[in-house]
Each structure stands twice: as structure tokens, then as C-alpha cells.
């Protein structure tokens, strides 16, 4: 899908793009951050994969450093109280259910809504990166799409018994998705990411994980519509 801008036509160093950068990148940095954290608390949870969430968490902070790094490459200061303001409704509701020991909303929330909500940003935003982000984020984005798959796996492993609780977790938390697009829409746009192929890629990579682990064709529909009107 084309993109607002050509790569030629921006200015990685004016101060319109910058400000805006300082907003998404520090969006990824607490993204990373968020998912370093969750995957932890899933090892706790889980501990007979415990080992395999601290490999995971561990990737998530060399991704955080990798983030920070086009940061400071840009020159910019990051707005990570903005970011930790962007991720505080999927953030309380993680550590909700992890009180509750509920698993499958915890990985519903960290291992396929977050997951291709980085997916779907790191596609868009590639082809439009300055030369030092691209390196970065193309070596992230074959590590999240590792991260989606152990997800969609230990779901679809228990999918008769979790059913229900995913669907659950979809109608709760997919509509927060939605507003964290419109709410950095106009940021993304100056960084010559479209609002529309980055809810086009999020649906493809979110529909493409709920039918891994079992959903019909219907019943994805109806989840992937959650929220969607007032994006």
C-alpha cells in the first residue's frame, strides 16, 4: 500500500518530524519495554516454559536498546511519559489478569494484541525509516513474528478450554487498539506512515493468529470488528 510520503521527500532531521518521532519511538521503547516485563510475568505463570519467556524478555530489551539507539541517532528525546500514557489500559488490564491467573488473557493482550500491533507498525514503518532505523527494525520484526507464533501455539494447545476466555479478552481489549491508532494518527502521518495500511496490516496479522489457533472465518470477523467503527 502506498505511503503518505516517498522516503525522498522527508526530512529525518526537521523539527515537525522529530517532534513526532519523539512520540512513536518512544511509543516502541515502552512497547518493548511493556513486553520484556510481560513475558516475565508469563514465566512466572507458566513456569514449565519459564525459560523460554526469560529468552524472550531478554529479546524485547535488546529490541529496547536498538529503539533507543535510533533515538539518540536522530538526536531526539524521546516522550516516554506519553508512551507509558499510550499503553495504560492494555497495562492494567495485563496486570489484572495476571493477578486473576487468567494465561489466556494474558497472552491474548502481550502475544497477539501487542505483537501485531508492533508487527503492523515495523511493516508500515520500514520502507519510510531513515537507513540507520530500517537495520534495526528489520532485524526486530523477524524476532516478533517468533514472539506471535509461541503465543498462537500455547492457545491453540489448549483452544476448547480457553476459547471462550479469548473472545473475552478480544472484546475488552481490541477496541483499546483502535484508539491508540487514532490517538497517534497524525504523528504517524508526519513520519509518512498511513493510518489505513497500518489497520489493514494489524487486521491481516491478528486474523492470520486467531485462525492459527482455531477460529472460523465468522467467528474472526466478528472478533476483528471489536472497536473498528470508531477507528
Known sequence: MPQTQAISEIDFYSDTYKDAYSRIDGI?????QEAHENYIRLGEMLPEHQDDFIRLS???ARHKKGFEACGRNLKVT????????????????FQDAAAEDKVPT???IQSLIIECFAIAAYNIYIPVADDFARKI?????????????????????????????IQEANRKNLPIVWRMLNEVDKDAAVLGMEKEALVEDFMIQYGEALSNIGFSTGEI???????????
Open 58 to 60: 531478554k529479546m524485547e
Open 28 to 32: 516502541v521503547i515502552e512497547g518493548e
Open 106 to 108: 494474558c497472552l491474548v
Open 221 to 231: 470477523m466478528r472478533m476483528s470488528a471489536y472497536g473498528l467503527v470508531a477507528a
Open 137 to 165: 527494525t528489520e532485524s526486530v520484526v523477524k524476532d516478533e513474528y517468533q514472539h506471535l507464533n509461541y503465543g498462537e501455539e500455547w492457545l491453540k494447545a489448549h483452544f476448547d478450554d480457553v476459547k471462550a476466555e
Open 78 to 93: 524521546c516522550d516516554l511519559d506519553f508512551a507509558r500514557r499510550f499503553f495504560s489500559d492494555l497495562h492494567k488490564n
